[in-house]
């Protein structure tokens, strides 16, 4: 049996249980004759998501995923994706294996993919000539911007700023949470070309009354209303007015891929990757903490206090997920290897949210000693820091090596994280296999 709480793509969905999908896509409600549902609602619910009537509605068989949805261009465009895993697709999202984010700047064909809804027509055309910001809300002068008046009105900037999901690691979990199990790979630091928040803020004029930003991207809600959006979250003003988040429109130095967020996006570094809205749009600046979707009940937030596993926890005691916490991967070698030395190369990532990494440690006996690993500063903050160690094998035999990182408020990755219910901040320390033949 399927377990419930893993999101499943729709194909899975239907080769499961057709008529329960139709239920679960469509919105109607389960009977056998499925004529009954193409005479309703659910008739109306895929007309919309194909855009289109379907005239012979009365001869498709239960359980036919139109061929419009089974093709969908979401999918073809991950093709354009190198060595990604994919765990759901619809809406697509993907993780990068920990070994093939080994580069200091992740390529675009290796960062991670998060999505909420479908992918707008405009990043499938790749054309921006249409696109337009608003800044509106709590502000003297609302605004109305084009890619070019972006460009050409504020100065432009290029930082190397990472982006993690709040549900990296999810897989860790047990007993499991809802949402894509993500293990490892839900992280990218690539380089981002765009302009200063802030920038943009000031010259909307941010009235005394602001607090919150809203952000709204142009994806689309996978219902097919084009009333409902999949995501819209937000953060404190001080966020986005921090030096280091963007409002970018390049990816190391290329448009954002449409997976990615094209034309424009903004990049609130070291927070959960929602608060990075793709497909940007509009910003509205409110007097109260936004309450998008995906921003209330228990979305992106954990119980204010330590829970033992599967605790019910009321939605009064959770607080909205801010800075991400420290956190390392070791890239090289990869794990589950065969080595035929003694000596070993080893190096990797760590990043630590708002925060600094101010030491790295690496352990081949089970954390029963630690080895510091030489540690990089980061190019500017917000980027992740390489690091890289030396270990030496005692003997032949399996192994298992360990990376620990410290940020700079002296808080230390831990062996095992507390429990939550959503699955989010699982930020272990990361261990690969190694096995020494000679």
């Not at 790749?126 to 504020?154: E, K, Y």
């Not at 035929?340 to 990494?357: E, F, I, K, T, Y």
């Not at 690496?362 to 080895?371: E, L, M, T, Y």
Request: glycine share 8%; with cysteine; net charge neutral.
């Amino acid at each position: 049996m399927s377990d419930p709480k893993r999101e499943r793509g729709l194909c899975e969905i239907y080769q499961d249980d057709p008529e329960r999908a139709d239920h679960l896509v469509f919105g109607r409600r389960a009977h056998a004759d499925r004529r009954g549902f193409l005479r309703g609602a659910g008739l109306a619910a895929m007309g919309a998501l194909l855009g289109a009537s379907i005239p012979f509605h009365r001869n498709m068989p239960a359980g036919l995923i139109p061929a419009a949805l089974a093709e969908e261009t979401e999918l073809s465009l991950f093709e354009t994706k190198d060595g990604l895993v994919l765990l759901n697709d619809r809406p697509v999202n993907a993780e990068t294996p920990a070994h093939l984010l080994d580069d200091s700047v992740t390529p675009n064909a290796r960062h991670f993919v998060r999505n909420n809804g479908t992918v707008p027509d405009m990043a499938l055309a790749m054309d921006a000539r249409d696109w337009r910001l608003t800044v509106d809300g709590a502000v003297d002068t609302p605004l109305s911007l084009s890619l070019d008046d972006l460009r050409s009105r504020f100065e432009v900037v290029k930082l190397k700023l990472q982006i993690e999901c709040g549900g990296n690691g999810r897989a860790g979990f047990n007993p499991p949470a809802k949402g894509n199990q993500w293990t490892l790979g839900a992280i990218g630091n690539a380089e981002w070309t765009g302009v200063r928040y802030a920038d943009v803020l000031k010259a909307a004029g941010v009235k005394s009354e602001a607090i919150y930003t809203a952000h709204y991207g142009m994806d689309g809600h996978l219902s097919g209303n084009p009333d409902k959006l999949p995501i819209s979250r937000g953060v404190p003003l001080a966020k986005a007015m921090e030096p280091h988040s963007l409002i970018a429109f390049e990816m190391n130095g290329q448009p954002i891929p449409a997976l990615n967020g094209f034309p424009v996006r903004t990049i609130c570094p070291g927070w959960p990757g929602s608060t990075s809205q793709k497909w940007l749009r509009r910003i509205e600046l409110r007097d109260v903490v936004h309450d998008g979707p995906k921003m209330t009940g228990t979305s992106y937030r954990v119980p204010y206090y330590n829970v033992a596993p599967g605790t019910k926890v009321d939605k009064e005691d959770f607080r909205i997920i801010e800075s991400m916490p420290v956190k390392s991967l070791i890239t090289t070698p990869r794990s589950n290897m065969t080595v035929n030395a003694r000596n070993l190369a080893l190096r990797g990532h760590a990043w630590a949210g708002d925060a600094a990494v101010s030491k790295m440690h690496v352990s081949i006996d089970f954390g029963a000693n630690w080895i510091e690993a030489e540690l990089d500063a980061p190019p500017n903050p917000y980027s992740w820091q390489d690091w890289r160690a030396a270990v030496t094998f005692p003997e032949k035999g399996y192994y298992e090596v360990w990376a620990r990182a410290t940020d700079d408020q002296g808080r230390m990755q831990p062996f095992a994280v507390n429990w939550n219910p959503k699955g989010y901040l699982n930020n272990t320390m990361h261990r690969i296999a190694v096995t020494v033949a000679a």
